[in-house]
């Protein structure tokens, strides 16, 4: 049996891939990779198919030495059944999931990333699309805090 994180952006190609792979990455240190498995979405079809951000993976190999793997999804209704835990990145991606869900059956397993920090105080985790690299580096930082502590959860109410 093993605990399924989904983790939610809006294209599926900047934070919510980065989450996932930063997530990973902890979870194989951990040695829990046969225990906790991840995912990654996006809530709109712009980016259907394509990689991580070339720009998001360059912080991700700079800062930690990650390649960031995977390809843009949207996020889907069966998506709901299918995992224990669907990460939201922003306030916007919180609020489209919720939408997907209108019985309100599945609320509860919707939470916001930035949660999960400990060192950081934004509340959510902030698009870097549109920027330049110290946006990408941010959110390097702060996917980092917040995976750290998702791990840290996920093991003490042990789910796996």
């Not at 989904?6 to 040695?31: H, K, T, W």
């Not at 079809?45 to 949207?74: E, F």
Request: with cysteine; charged share 20%; glycine share 6%.
């Amino acid at each position: 049996m093993s605990y399924k994180l989904l983790f939610v952006c809006l294209g599926n190609i900047c934070r919510s891939p980065s989450a996932e792979n930063i997530m990973n990455y902890l979870i194989d240190q951990a040695e829990l990779s046969d225990r906790i498995l991840c995912d990654s979405a996006g809530t709109s079809s712009y980016h259907i198919g394509s990689p991580p951000d070339r720009r998001m993976s360059a912080a991700a190999s700079t800062k930690l030495g990650i390649k960031l793997q995977g390809q843009a999804r949207q996020l889907q209704k069966s998506d709901f059944q299918e995992f224990d835990l669907i990460l939201a990145m922003d306030r916007d991606n919180y609020d489209n999931i919720i939408a997907l869900d209108p019985t309100g059956q599945y609320h509860h397993k919707v939470l916001l990333m930035c949660e999960f920090c400990s060192r950081h105080t934004l509340k959510e985790v902030p698009d870097p699309y549109y920027g330049g690299t110290e946006g990408f580096n941010q959110v390097i930082d702060l996917l980092l805090d917040a995976c750290e502590g998702l791990l840290q959860h996920i093991v003490s109410a042990e789910c796996c």
